[in-house]
């Protein structure tokens, strides 16, 4: 179904929400492609899927604070021009970094906006789940910390661009990708930079961090004894797949590491 006004979404310039509106259908605003502005009440409490979906010219919008739900992955979907996701003073779910959405206590990045500019990103350290990177098409380089424990290869692939993954070591890799997802050969369109200090990210977001001499592995290996390797790693994974038929995350697999890996 859509919105009464989609024949006319072409000539939609800006879109203000009035005060004391509490719910919005959730693509009542998809494909205004010439709206540059957008203003929302402190009457919602959701930003649901597609909302904002396809607002090609839209650069910035402002959450409210009583804003507690957002479909980070579609709501903003295909918005090509947007900078920055603020968010309101006094939110209890959300904050805004740079005008990237992170969840309040920073340990999740929600989303970082298709129009913003700059080919490299460093993740803040602490940072613990990574989930939306939109379809970004300015990145090319992306510094993961070692906090990250979850970066499926979904949440970047739309990024046509990005091309260099840093991490600090190859530990860091394995522990912030799912594990199921190592066997996707996707990943293989990525170069993986190990050896890179992400503990004190610039507060420059267009600086990558300067790699550091660890090598990153050091006398680390699987506790088969064998180097790792991406194919070593696999043999183990693929072997684990009918102990863990729905996925698993690397934390489920320390035990098959040795004592050496550190």
């Known amino acids: 179904t859509k919105q009464p006004w989609y024949s006319l979404r072409g000539q939609v310039r800006s879109i203000v929400v009035e005060e004391g509106v509490t719910e919005m259908f959730h693509s009542a605003f998809r494909d205004c492609y010439n709206a540059t502005s957008v203003s929302l009440p402190s009457?919602?409490?959701?930003?649901?899927?597609?909302?904002?979906?396809?607002?090609?010219?839209?650069?910035?919008?402002?959450?409210?604070?009583?804003?507690?739900?957002?479909?980070?992955?579609?709501?903003?979907?295909?918005?090509?021009?947007l900078q920055s996701i603020n968010v309101e003073q006094g939110n209890p779910s959300y904050c805004s970094v740079d005008g990237v959405l992170f969840t309040k206590d920073k340990t999740g990045l929600c989303c970082y906006p298709d129009g913003k500019t700059g080919t490299s990103y460093t993740i803040p350290s602490g940072v613990q789940s990574v989930y939306n990177f939109g379809a970004n098409d300015y990145i090319t380089s992306l510094t993961v910390p070692s906090?990250?424990?979850?970066?499926?290869?979904?949440?970047?692939?739309?990024?046509?661009?990005?091309?260099?993954?840093?991490?600090?070591?190859?530990?860091?890799?394995?522990?912030?990708?799912?594990?199921?997802?190592?066997?996707?050969?996707?990943?293989?369109?990525?170069?993986?930079?190990?050896?890179?200090?992400?503990?004190?990210?610039?507060t420059d977001p267009t600086t990558p961090e300067t790699p550091s001499t660890d090598p990153g592995t050091g006398d680390a290996v699987l506790a088969n004894g064998k180097e790792i390797t991406d194919d070593n790693i696999r043999e183990i994974l693929y072997g684990l797949q009918d102990e863990y038929p729905e996925g698993m995350h690397w934390t489920n697999a320390n035990k098959y590491y040795s004592s050496a890996m550190h």
């Not at 959701?46 to 396809?54: C, K, P, V």
């Not at 010219?57 to 979907?77: C, H, M, W």
């Open 147 to 202: 906090s990250v424990t979850w970066l499926m290869y979904n949440s970047i692939k739309n990024c046509d661009n990005l091309t260099d993954l840093h991490f600090a070591t190859t530990q860091a890799f394995y522990s912030a990708i799912r594990v199921m997802d190592i066997t996707n050969t996707e990943w293989e369109r990525y170069t993986i930079h190990t050896g890179t200090s992400v503990e004190e990210p610039s």
């Open 43 to 81: 009457s919602i409490s959701r930003i649901d899927g597609y909302l904002f979906n396809g607002c090609s010219s839209l650069t910035s919008i402002t959450i409210p604070k009583t804003v507690s739900s957002v479909d980070y992955y579609y709501a903003f979907g295909g918005c090509t021009a």
